[in-house]
């Protein structure tokens, strides 16, 4: 990530959330939050739509952004039935759910986590769309790379002994390999009845060759912005290596299986597309 401001990235994916509410019918997420948050000029640029938004690449990855985003809270959901009380964002971004959480704090604690660049500029965002900072959010800063998870959730009031469900999207193809999966190891050493939920990238051979080409041509630019992408999994492999680390629970989704659940008979036949998995593991 670049280190002398907010994510590029994560200004692209909250472009994606607020374009879906403003240009989809009928949504797959409903987030009242996701327009106010990028401000009134870009949601203004979005809204009239054109070829950044109505283009059939935009359109797949905001189709995806927004299932990836409608599943983990799903996930949470889940977790939150079976008594999971703490809430872990990773890579939060311009995520939203803490400022529409339907939990109270008694059931359920939130921490946010990312680049303290990224975070300085999400609450000036907050601020100046008049979107209020719950009281029971706890804003944890940290560098996958440079600084230890564990560490700093501790130092925010993470309970280690405690179980906890962990939403990690959009960040673990900016990780080397090996740093993906400390933090499976990480995950994989809380309590039972923990669990997390995050997205990956399967290798580039597994498209067409023309998605292939376009694939390319994004990671090029990625790289030039300062965030390329660092890891590629292939899905069995992947699984298995999970299961060899012992979870109770591994499970994963492809695009198909994400336009079944979120897309089906679209008239507007917005899908999913690309090189992105969802996984789910659980303790």
Not at 170 to 198: C, I, K, N, T
Not at 243 to 272: I, K, T
Request: aromatic share 10%.
């Amino acid at each position: 990530m670049k280190r002398t401001g907010p994510s590029l990235t994560a200004r692209g994916v909250a472009a994606s959330r607020a374009a879906h509410q403003l240009l989809d019918r009928p949504v797959v997420m409903d987030d009242p939050i996701a327009v106010p948050i990028i401000g009134r000029e870009d949601a203004d640029r979005i809204a009239l739509g054109g070829r950044f938004f109505d283009n059939e690449a935009a359109r797949a990855l905001r189709a995806f952004v927004v299932a990836r985003a409608r599943f983990a809270e799903a996930e949470l959901a889940a977790a939150v039935e079976r008594g999971v009380g703490q809430f872990v964002v990773l890579g939060a971004g311009l995520d939203t759910f803490a400022y529409r959480n339907p939990y109270p704090a008694s059931k359920l604690r939130v921490f946010e986590v990312d680049h303290p660049n990224t975070q300085a500029w999400k609450r000036e965002r907050l601020a100046e769309a008049g979107i209020a900072e719950p009281g029971p959010l706890r804003y944890v800063s940290c560098d996958f790379e440079h600084q230890d998870l564990a560490t700093e959730l501790r130092a925010a009031g993470f309970k280690r002994d405690q179980p906890a469900f962990f939403s990690w999207l959009g960040v673990s193809m900016y990780l080397e390999h090996e740093v993906v999966m400390d933090m499976m190891r990480f995950f994989r050493s809380l309590p039972a009845g923990s669990g997390v939920v995050f997205d990956y990238l399967a290798p580039v051979e597994s498209l067409g060759y023309v998605r292939q080409i376009l694939i390319g041509m994004l990671t090029v630019q990625l790289a030039w912005m300062g965030e390329p992408w660092k890891s590629y999994f292939d899905p069995r492999e992947l699984a298995e290596a999970l299961e060899a680390l012992d979870f109770a629970h591994v499970s994963d989704l492809g695009p198909d299986d994400l336009n079944a659940m979120y897309f089906p008979d679209r008239p507007d036949q917005l899908m999913a597309g690309g090189l992105g998995h969802m996984m789910t593991v659980r303790v």
